[in-house]
């Protein structure tokens, strides 16, 4: 596209539910609400793991660095979601918004990879629990976190870099309710062809290749589940994988429903829902699901709150 005559965008406005004004304060106050909630139960969660010696296992030490994440992911969309609920619309200098597009990137990239890990984990403990210490030993955790991270941190620094390659020369609204990768691209005025195809192929490799190994490695442990003779194991087996498997659907049906869709799939309305359901929705439900539906859990939980209520008797 030709430049002339026309200025460079210096700034962004991010638009959020600008066109529903009616409901931006009932809005607001839920989403505080919900952001609080997910910032204490996913600290909670990690303060447990860190405090309690019999949970410095694989298992929840994963589910320590997925809550690391989940707060993050929180941190960095909703208090601007916020802004833009009490102001209407949010302007936002074109660096803030490459930092908020790199950090979304980061933390949603290494948290399919923390998911892919988490059911490797459960496949090991529940198809060979026997081996399980050797084949989940503290090096092939480090091995597996470490792979998560950088490839987080890989993705979100060659495409954050690419995005803000292409010139921006208006309009400056961004019709979404942060700077995600999608939206951003709409503003562009160049050939964004390549880039797509990259998108594309990229999404598929860190969304779906990971999502298709979870579903095969539970394919495998519903085998095994199905060929235990005690009944206590086979609803305990089920119990531990459960919530794993309900995060992992909540979190890729909305993410690809994001980054897979055609540009003309859904309207800008449809496009914030899904979006909100995986910054908002998984970063609130993990420590529910995963200190709710585990017993350990909240035997620590309960252990930790038993000695803050004799610390304070005493």
Same mark, same amino acid.
């Given at each position: 596209?030709?430049?002339?005559?026309?200025?460079?965008?210096?700034?962004?406005?991010?638009?959020? *539910?600008?066109?529903?004004?009616?409901? =931006?304060?009932?809005?607001?106050?839920?989403?505080?609400?919900?952001?609080?909630?997910?910032?204490?139960?996913?600290?909670?969660?990690?303060?447990?793991?860190?405090?309690? &010696?019999?949970? +410095?296992?694989?298992?929840?030490?994963?589910?320590?660095?997925?809550?690391?994440?989940?707060?993050?992911?929180?941190?960095?969309?909703?208090?601007?979601?916020?802004?833009?609920?009490?102001? !209407?619309?949010?302007?936002?200098?074109?660096?803030?918004?490459?930092?908020?597009?790199?950090?979304?990137?980061?933390?949603?990239?290494?948290?399919?990879?923390?998911?892919?890990?988490?059911?490797?984990?459960? *496949?090991?403990?529940?198809?060979?629990?026997?081996?399980?210490?050797?084949?989940?030993?503290?090096?092939?955790?480090?091995?597996?976190? /470490?792979?998560?991270?950088?490839?987080?941190?890989?993705?979100?620094?060659? &495409? /954050?870099?690419?995005?803000?390659?292409?010139?921006?020369?208006?309009? #400056? =609204?961004?019709?979404?309710?942060?700077?995600?990768?999608?939206?951003?691209? !709409?503003?562009?005025?160049?050939?964004?062809?390549?880039? !797509?195809?990259?998108?594309?192929?990229?999404?598929?490799?860190?969304?779906?290749?990971?999502?298709?190994?979870?579903?095969?490695?539970?394919? +495998?442990?519903?085998?095994?589940?199905?060929?235990?003779? #005690?009944?206590?194991?086979?609803?305990?087996?089920?119990?531990?994988?459960?919530?794993?498997? /309900?995060?992992?659907?909540?979190?890729?049906?909305?993410?690809?429903?994001?980054?897979?869709?055609?540009?003309?799939?859904?309207?800008? =309305?449809?496009?914030?829902?899904?979006?909100?359901?995986?910054?908002?929705?998984?970063?609130?439900?993990?420590?529910?699901?995963?200190?709710?539906?585990?017993?350990?859990?909240? +035997?620590?939980?309960?252990?930790?709150?038993? +000695?803050?209520?004799?610390?304070?008797? *005493?």
């Amino acid at each position: 596209m030709k430049m002339e005559n026309q200025s460079s965008v210096v700034e962004f406005i991010l638009l959020g *539910f600008s066109n529903f004004p009616e409901l =931006e304060e009932q809005l607001f106050g839920a989403f505080l609400v919900v952001y609080l909630v997910t910032l204490m139960g996913n600290a909670i969660i990690i303060v447990i793991i860190s405090l309690e &010696q019999s949970l +410095r296992v694989p298992l929840y030490l994963f589910l320590q660095n997925l809550s690391v994440v989940d707060m993050g992911i929180s941190a960095v969309i909703m208090p601007v979601m916020l802004v833009i609920l009490s102001t !209407e619309k949010m302007r936002i200098s074109i660096l803030g918004c490459l930092v908020q597009m790199y950090f979304i990137l980061t933390l949603g990239v290494t948290e399919c990879f923390l998911l892919g890990a988490m059911a490797f984990d459960r *496949f090991a403990a529940i198809c060979h629990p026997l081996s399980y210490p050797v084949i989940v030993n503290k090096m092939v955790f480090m091995k597996l976190v /470490t792979f998560s991270w950088v490839s987080g941190i890989t993705v979100a620094t060659v &495409q /954050t870099t690419w995005v803000f390659s292409f010139p921006f020369c208006g309009p #400056s =609204e961004i019709n979404h309710i942060s700077c995600e990768t999608p939206a951003v691209l !709409e503003l562009a005025c160049a050939d964004t062809f390549m880039f !797509e195809i990259y998108a594309f192929t990229g999404t598929i490799l860190t969304v779906i290749v990971p999502f298709l190994l979870i579903l095969l490695s539970y394919v +495998r442990i519903l085998f095994v589940i199905l060929k235990m003779p #005690s009944t206590t194991g086979r609803q305990k087996a089920f119990s531990t994988c459960a919530s794993h498997l /309900t995060s992992v659907t909540l979190f890729y049906g909305t993410a690809s429903m994001t980054y897979l869709q055609p540009k003309s799939g859904y309207s800008p =309305e449809t496009k914030k829902l899904t979006s909100l359901a995986y910054s908002l929705l998984t970063p609130l439900l993990n420590p529910l699901i995963y200190s709710v539906r585990n017993n350990e859990m909240k +035997r620590a939980l309960m252990k930790l709150w038993q +000695r803050r209520v004799d610390l304070h008797t *005493f």
